[in-house]
């Protein structure tokens, strides 16, 4: 039983429900004496919170509050416990979804399991509840920190439209930050955002493709044989609502290629002439950046009206009201980046036990 802790030295628990009184996180296993502000939490968590036209309306200001394991701006060791309490619930929005299941959401399965479920947003399968993996993201981006890794995620998709790849000319690092798609190039992101507008009046969503990066990543890291640095990441990422797809590198397209063609060789020691394989060999970390793309379905609370059936089996028509996101792109990159984050820090601390 369980599933709602992730890690195994740095380990991460979420709890909290969408419309519940609040949510948060436990970081258990963060070293000792580690620099920690309020704000760098804050901030983290504001990167999370919607933002233009096509994101939810639902307007929380996830003000998070320590109620442990942090003394005088320095990590104790002991548990962190992080609050973030709901001040704009609505779940009267959702009072017509009680008897009826959602197409593309959870509320099936979860009742199939355990018999019962929150009907209101989708209690623990919301999205909302991954304001609790950012909060603790933000705990591990600062340890990641002192060990010099920097981990940076973008959108590269939206509503169908590419941003140029990182070799291209057009790629801007500091506009990833600057337009409300988090896209690394505007006028993309401008054709990506009026698309998504144009999908919004017709009460539709849209899917989106999130790139992640993380530099200086020592070689080794990972866990072979059956918790391979890929393989836990890939859990991480398949851990939040909407991920459909994950590539490592090349991915897919490696498929296409030959062995002479995309076989990585290093020039010295560590030093390597390619990155096919996305910075991991053999489920190891190689020492080159770790590369991968995460794919999202589009947001299923579309307000067209849909075909469904209620808990009698009889069809039905909904029309799900509420606030929601079109396009979960510029809330999904600092997510990513969090739970990127929880693998790593993860594997720092269990690396530094696999040898003498």
Not at 18 to 47: F, T
Not at 67 to 90: C, H, M
């Amino acid at each position: 039983m369980g599933g709602n802790s992730f890690g195994d030295l740095f380990k991460v628990t979420t709890f909290g429900e969408s419309h519940g009184p609040g949510l948060g996180c436990v970081v258990d296993g963060c070293p000792a004496g580690l620099n920690l502000s309020l704000d760098e939490i804050k901030r983290e968590l504001a990167r999370r919170r919607p933002g233009g036209g096509f994101s939810s309306s639902r307007n929380e200001g996830d003000d998070p509050e320590i109620l442990s394991g942090v003394y005088e701006g320095k990590t104790l060791g002991s548990p962190i416990a992080i609050l973030i309490r709901n001040r704009d619930s609505q779940p009267g929005d959702y009072d017509n979804l009680k008897d009826v299941y959602r197409p593309g959401h959870a509320d099936w399965p979860w009742e199939a399991k355990y018999g019962f479920r929150d009907h209101r947003g989708g209690g623990r399968s919301s999205a909302r509840e991954t304001v609790g993996r950012v909060a603790a993201g933000a705990i591990a981006k600062k340890f990641l920190a002192s060990q010099k890794i920097e981990i940076r995620a973008w959108t590269s998709e939206a509503a169908g439209f590419c941003a140029p790849g990182e070799s291209d000319a057009a790629f801007d690092w500091n506009e990833i930050e600057n337009n409300p798609l988090r896209m690394p190039e505007r006028t993309i992101a401008e054709k990506a955002m009026k698309k998504i507008e144009d999908l919004k009046a017709l009460g539709d969503s849209a899917g989106c493709v999130i790139s992640c990066i993380a530099r200086n990543v020592p070689p080794g890291l990972g866990e072979p044989v059956f918790d391979k640095l890929d393989a836990r990441m890939a859990a991480a990422m398949f851990s939040i609502g909407a991920v459909k797809a994950m590539e490592f590198g090349d991915g897919f397209a490696a498929a296409k290629g030959t062995g002479s063609e995309l076989n990585d060789a290093m020039s010295s020691p560590g030093v390597w002439k390619t990155n096919h394989s996305g910075g991991v060999i053999g489920g190891l970390s190689t020492g080159a950046a770790l590369r991968f793309t995460v794919a999202f379905k589009p947001v299923p609370s579309i307000s067209k009206p849909q075909e469904t059936i209620n808990r009698r089996g009889e069809k039905t028509e909904l029309i799900i009201r509420g606030r929601h996101d079109i396009c979960v792109a510029p809330r999904a990159v600092p997510v990513v980046e969090a739970m990127c984050a929880l693998v790593l820090a993860d594997f720092v601390l269990l690396q530094r036990a696999a040898k003498s």
